[in-house]
């Protein structure tokens, strides 16, 4: 498993009983998690003295019980990138910071290349890989099909001392802003995507990523510069597993440019156990 032990700004303290502990820079929260089947005792005082606990709904959804005043939003950072994080609907907070092993993964490319390089990041959310790219030097186009998600990228790319750097954000269907860019010819040397497991486009299409993956794949080859350098895949779709995606890689981008393909789960430390909390797949084609 890949993960980051880099992380000042956020703990996993503990989890248990299908719940995370989490310290988000000075705040605690209880956050719901499917993966975390065990009942281990719940020791840390801090169990019953959280900030916030979001509590599911049976009918879906569900809602933040805060316990303590915290902020509408708040900064964390992770080594020279800095992000605001709030309490969201649907227990998220702008941040899944087991990417983290993914930005330096990114950034360490981009710094090695010894050339410009141009970024793709689809399904781009708040921005994590984008500031990260951009810090590193790359230039990036930014693309999500949520307004507010660009916007509050945008913020994220100005509290990292990025916002000046070569960057063009995109607010556009993924699937239909790659189709127009192999229309216009512009490539990329490094494609980044952390696609939805369920989402409709803007038609009321449906997408879903186990029926979906394998052609966008396919689609976004067509940017790829002559000499790429990455091709990285997240999934947070329980159906999919790394070696699947490893597959889709290694069957469409690699027959073109050599190179390697590799993946595994990412996680997250946990303080209280030692042990590494699976929270994702990723699958990344390199040269």
Known sequence: ??????????????CSGGERLERWGDITLIRPDPQVIWNTPKKNSLWKKADAVYHRS???????????????????????LSFNVKTMGFKHTGIFPEQAVNWDYTAQLIKNAGRPVKVLNLFAYTG???VAALNAGAD??????????????????????????????????CIKFVQREIRRGNKYDIIIMDPPS?????GGEVWKLENEVYNFVELCSQVLSDNPIMVLINSYTTGLSPAVMQY???SVIKPKYNGIVESDEIGLPVT????????????????
């Open 140 to 173: 990036v186009v930014h693309v999500d099909a949520s307004k507010g998600m660009v916007l509050w990228a945008k913020e994220n790319a100005a509290l990292s001392g990025v916002a000046d750097k070569k960057v063009r954000w995109i607010v556009d269907d």
């Open 272 to 287: 209280s156990t030692g042990m590494i909390l699976p929270c994702g797949a990723s699958a990344i084609w390199h040269k």
């Open 248 to 250: 889709i890689l290694g």
């Open 1 to 14: 498993m890949r993960y980051t032990t880099d992380w000042k700004d956020y703990e996993l303290i503990d």
């Open 198 to 202: 369920y989402g409709r486009g803007p």
């Open 128 to 130: 994590g890989a984008t």
């Open 58 to 80: 049976n009918s879906g959804g569900g809602s933040w019980e805060v316990k303590n005043k915290i902020p509408d939003f708040w900064s964390i950072g992770y080594k020279d």
